[in-house]
């Protein structure tokens, strides 16, 4: 039997995480990959300040309470009281867990000495690390980097730090900063950490397959993987994913029939959650990934009417022909 990690007190049901990602894991994709029973679907990333300030658009990141069983909800910020306040507000709002975002690599994000620019400072992100964990009861776990760039890879020092402050779980993305998403992450480097603390660390970037999976566990001697950007549009592929990691029974592949009522499913909610107008744009980027994973000959006709379209009910009306032509033709 697989030993499964603990958070905590929480004892994971798969060692495959579903990754954070800006924009993409708002509520209604968690609700989709939630149907595969993935550990954890960590939400996408919370503005600490902004949700302290009660806007909207941020509070509905933070949702899931009820639905997303363990919710975990990630934070990002560079200032102790904000992102206290901000953990206090999503225990409120029913996370089991917090996330604390030191990985992102985004120039809006790190100019602001938020992200993965605290890998920079680590005295400071300890002590946003520490603010955190004395606002909430919660478990509070860390993801991060490898480094800032190829001369500061610190990550074990932030490591071992964050585990001393009361981290319970970190992730570490095979990449620096400096690298953003370019190159292929490096899974080996990311033993180093593992090595350094004896909380769960899990590796995560350019984990695609069950293969890749299996070789970055090898590679990196993680307890788990965090899979991200390759579920969009396959989000079935958890299935394989959790099948090698968890070594359980092989699903049955889904047939196009199954799919078709995951991607008509997932665009209604998309378009109940946000309205018309902006669930019509938001959308666009999963219908275009769900279109190519079938691969379809004349795939980018589809999608170049898709984009055009300003009404959910034109869109919804060409993905039935499109999945239903699909299943005609597999």
């Not at 999503?90 to 604390?100: M, T």
């Not at 095979?174 to 690298?179: I, K, P």
């Not at 995560?204 to 549009?233: C, F, P, Q, W, Y």
């Amino acid at each position: 039997m697989t030993f499964m990690p603990k958070i905590g007190k929480y004892e994971l049901q798969s060692r495959v995480l579903v990754a954070p990602m800006s924009g993409l894991t708002d509520l209604p994709f968690r609700r989709v990959v939630n149907l595969f029973n993935p550990g954890l679907i960590v939400s996408e990333m919370v503005a600490g300040r902004m949700l302290a300030m009660g806007k909207p658009d941020t509070l509905a990141k933070a949702s899931g309470k009820g639905e997303i069983d363990p919710l975990v909800i990630q934070l990002v910020g560079c200032e102790k009281n904000w992102m206290s306040k901000a953990a206090r507000l999503s225990e409120e709002a029913g996370a089991s867990f917090i996330d604390i975002n030191m990985g992102c690599p985004a120039r809006k994000v790190t100019s602001g000495m938020s992200g993965s620019a605290l890998m920079r400072d680590i005295d400071n992100a300890i002590q946003l690390i520490v603010a955190t964990i004395n606002s909430v009861d919660v478990p509070v776990t860390l993801k991060m980097r490898l480094g800032w760039d190829n001369d500061s890879l610190n990550a074990p020092l932030l490591a071992v730090k964050a585990q001393e402050a009361g981290i319970k779980m970190i992730v570490v993305h095979g990449r620096t900063r400096c690298q953003f998403y370019d190159g292929k992450a490096d899974w080996s480097a990311v033993k180093e950490t593992v090595d350094a603390v004896d909380i769960p660390v899990f590796v995560n970037g350019d984990i695609n397959t069950a293969h890749d999976a299996i070789e970055a566990l090898d590679k990196s001697s993680a307890a788990g993987v965090m899979v991200g950007r390759s579920l969009i549009g396959s989000p079935w592929r958890l299935q394989e994913i959790i099948s090698a990691v968890d070594g359980s029974v092989i699903p049955m592949k889904l047939k196009i029939s199954d799919k078709k009522k995951i991607v008509l499913d997932h665009y209604n909610d998309i378009i109940n959650f946000y309205g018309e107008k902006k669930g019509v744009k938001i959308a666009r980027k999963h219908l275009i990934g769900y279109i190519n994973d079938l691969n379809l000959i004349n795939g980018s006709e589809i999608k170049s009417s898709i984009v055009q379209m300003s009404q959910s009910s034109a869109v919804y009306n060409i993905l039935n022909t499109t999945f239903s032509k699909a299943g005609e033709d597999s």
